[in-house]
């Protein structure tokens, strides 16, 4: 068990390296072991490319190999036809008798398919080492079909008097709580992410690129909430560094609780990841309607006697840490 467990702590590590390329399939890791040695690797490649599995088994450079090995994934092995053929199918032709699963495919195309094809072929399979961990890292997929909308994650930056904006600003710019290095994390962040939103108020009083200027990565899809269609191409969110979707009153009932809207809007448009940047109260109707993930709340060694409250939250806060002089705290919806 100890070693079952070793090597699918290797497809996980292996596995963020898919992490903003492989949406909307799930970021995959797979190991393929002969005689307690890895001999084949791989992750899930961005969309419409192979899989996992697939790029593990093309890793392994003596294939006669494989008939005595063992695969360890993250994810139980697909089993239907999408943009490739299924997993299951080509762990089978190789026959590869061994196979060891972190944990379970609930997606309904897949759901339990997958393991009983490999039994149904004879493979020995085991299910649900680091199963815990496995579901946690697959947390953006499994949200998005479990319960039909995107993985939300709000995030923003206060004072350590609990301010996120003064009230009145000199000039149509961000006042900055937290120093580069922090803002570069959140650039980090957006390239991880399917897609970004803020409410009109950010857009102007603002505004933002909501690119990854300060990282390498692809740009998220930006979103915007705009009740009266108000904003036009001046701002820089309508630049053409990426895609952005303007929520309007024709998408939104903006005197109804907007946060299910926004996420029902987004699940169609398959989009199963978002940071919400908007400000306070944006982000408030999402911790209103309890449509919230993960929070991640930077400190800044600020104070600005007075200015617009942050965020009321309540959560499970699992880490807390310093960027310099910043206080980030990660906080989950449990």
Not at 277 to 306: C, H, P, S, V, Y
Request: with cysteine; charged share 25%.
């Amino acid at each position: 068990m100890k070693n079952h467990e070793h090597y699918i702590k290797r497809c996980l590590k292996i596995a963020k390296n898919a992490l903003g390329t492989a949406r909307p399939n799930p970021m995959v890791g797979a190991v393929i072991v002969h005689d307690n040695a890895i001999i084949g690797e791989g992750y899930t490649s961005p969309f419409g490319g192979p899989h996992a599995e697939v790029n593990a088994i093309n890793s392994v450079e003596d294939k006669n190999k494989l008939s005595q090995s063992t695969i360890y994934v993250t994810l139980e092995p697909c089993s239907h036809y999408g943009k490739t053929p299924p997993c299951s199918d080509l762990i089978i032709k190789h026959k590869i008798q061994n196979v060891v699963i972190g944990c379970v495919d609930d997606n309904p195309e897949v759901s339990g398919s997958g393991i009983s094809k490999l039994k149904a072929a004879g493979c020995n399979v085991i299910v649900g080492i680091l199963e815990k961990e496995c579901k946690n890292h697959h947390k953006r997929f499994f949200t998005f079909h479990n319960k039909k909308r995107p993985y939300i994650i709000l995030k923003w930056a206060q004072t350590t008097d609990g301010f996120v904006a003064p009230i009145k600003k000199d000039e149509k710019k961000p006042i900055w709580i937290t120093n580069k290095y922090s803002r570069q994390l959140v650039h980090k962040w957006r390239a991880e992410e399917q897609a970004i939103l803020v409410g009109t108020n950010t857009v102007i009083e603002d505004n933002p690129s909501l690119t990854v200027r300060d990282w390498t990565g692809h740009n998220p899809i930006r979103i915007v909430t705009d009740k009266s269609k108000s904003l036009g191409d001046k701002y820089s969110i309508f630049n053409s560094e990426a895609k952005t979707i303007n929520l309007t009153g024709l998408e939104i009932n903006f005197e109804e609780p907007i946060a299910c809207q926004i996420c029902d809007n987004l699940y169609k448009q398959q989009i199963n990841s978002v940071i919400i940047e908007g400000g306070t109260k944006t982000i408030q109707a999402f911790i209103n309607e309890n449509l919230w993930d993960e929070a991640r709340m930077f400190i800044g060694n600020k104070n600005f006697g007075n200015g617009i409250n942050a965020p009321d939250i309540k959560g499970k806060q699992i880490s807390e840490s310093k960027i310099l002089d910043d206080t980030l705290k990660i906080i989950i919806n449990d």
